[in-house]
């Protein structure tokens, strides 16, 4: 493997690098060369190789961005970066981590792992979702390791395993989980990125070979060749993988800043856990008589006062700037709802953190485009139900509907149906 090459792909394709579409509850912004992504939580710093170390007004424009929010925030140096960056951040207030090397293999030189059986072999926690069995194993050694390049709280919250090509796994042996790791492809480039690895256990890379290569009958004129893994390691790990065909291309360390204050613990807007929104729905059909179906009509009843408007086909977001200032209102600071997109990923965001410049969007809409929307507190005393087939929406919960009923029958006219 022609080392410098892969590093030079490396950095142009995957450090600085803007995704698609961000994480959950993310907002990323550019400074020049500089990537601030903002979690609401922490953040972090990347960039491309650059002429020259950083200037002092240039390191202080970044943590002024994340102070302002209250972010601790990570920045990575590389070991092939000019001299003096470390030195910079360290003048800044950053705390340098331990240093790790960045490894890199090709898929076609790393053996496969055998075939996994019941109990022993690499398994992928793709299934049954944050409740599979297996996951609070991981997160355990998932704690009690690392440095890691990503934690596994963060490629949780990013998507888990839901998104594309990423995926977490564990190993067992004689049915007990013995090590974990976490990875994805970043969408667009040459490489799978190992976000961290337990233990020194090489099987991981070689069984996430399968994620880069689809099946024989998959479209593969639609998916980019993706020839390459890398991992950050020190120790144990690194002499493991080195000796299962990685070779190292630089250093990597991560140097640290952290705010006066305490962070907020969640992100303003995260992913619906699948059994969490699984028993949303069932009590939706349980206890509002929710039928999803074309013809059965109205398909929804709330018991609490509610009333149900008639929509339009000429609406924007009208119904929007009325609802959502009252779902703000209505939900206490550090509070919770969740967006709901039948048959569709779900969503829980903290109303007061989102929908104002520097903040993420709203998850969804108000109005049904092609599938059921809703708005609801996660128990149940208020929300909206956007209905597609029946072109109307219902607002229930007596607080919500005070806050909205003459805003919605000026744009809309009369309910069609109401309960007090």
Not at 39 to 44: E, F, N, R, S
Request: charged residues 20%; negative net charge; proline residues 10%.
């Amino acid at each position: 493997m022609d080392t410098g090459g892969v590093l030079a792909r490396y950095d142009e394709q995957v450090r600085g690098r803007v995704p698609a579409y961000p994480p959950p509850g993310a907002v990323i912004e550019r400074d020049g060369p500089f990537v601030r992504t903002h979690y609401g939580t922490h953040g972090t710093v990347e960039h491309g190789p650059l002429p020259q170390p950083p200037g002092g007004g240039t390191v202080r424009r970044q943590l002024e961005a994340f102070a302002a929010r209250g972010e601790p925030v990570h920045w990575k140096a590389y070991g092939h970066d000019p001299d003096g960056q470390g030195e910079a951040l360290a003048a800044a207030g950053f705390t340098a981590g331990p240093e790790r090397s960045l490894l890199a293999a090709a898929f076609d030189r790393l053996e496969p792992p055998g075939r996994a059986g019941p109990r022993t072999g690499v398994h992928s926690l793709n299934s049954g979702g944050r409740e599979n069995p297996w996951w609070e194993a991981a997160r355990t050694l998932a704690a009690a390791s690392g440095p890691h390049a990503s934690t596994l709280a963060d490629f949780e919250a990013d998507g888990g395993c839901r998104y594309g090509q990423r995926d977490a796994a564990v190993l067992l042996e004689r049915g007990e989980v013995v090590a974990a790791g976490w990875a994805e492809v970043a969408a667009g480039t040459d490489f799978l990125l190992i976000g961290g690895l337990t233990g020194p256990h090489a099987e991981f890379p070689g069984a996430w070979r399968a994620m880069v290569e689809p099946p024989e009958h998959y479209h593969r004129h639609l998916h980019r060749p993706v020839p390459y893994c890398v991992a950050e390691a020190a120790g144990e790990l690194r002499t493991g993988l080195i000796a299962a065909g990685f070779a190292e291309l630089s250093t990597v360390r991560t140097y640290a800043w952290d705010p006066p204050g305490t962070p907020p613990a969640d992100r303003p807007v995260g992913l619906i856990d699948p059994g969490a929104e699984d028993r949303l729905w069932d009590r939706l059909e349980r206890e509002f008589a929710f039928d999803p179906h074309i013809a059965k009509l109205p398909g929804f009843a709330a018991s609490t006062p509610c009333a149900t408007w008639r929509l339009r086909s000429t609406l924007t977001d009208e119904p929007d700037l009325i609802v959502r200032p009252a779902l703000v209102a209505n939900t206490r600071p550090g509070g919770r709802l969740v967006w709901l997109d039948w048959q569709h990923t779900g969503y829980t965001f903290d109303p007061h953190r989102v929908g104002f410049p520097g903040a993420p969007d709203w998850p969804g809409e108000v109005c049904p485009n092609g599938d059921y929307y809703l708005y609801l507190h996660p128990d149940l005393t208020f929300g909206t139900f956007g209905h597609p087939w029946e072109e109307t929406l219902t607002v229930f919960g007596a607080p919500l509907l005070a806050a909205v009923e003459g805003q919605l029958t000026a744009l809309l006219g009369d309910p069609v149906r109401r309960r007090d």
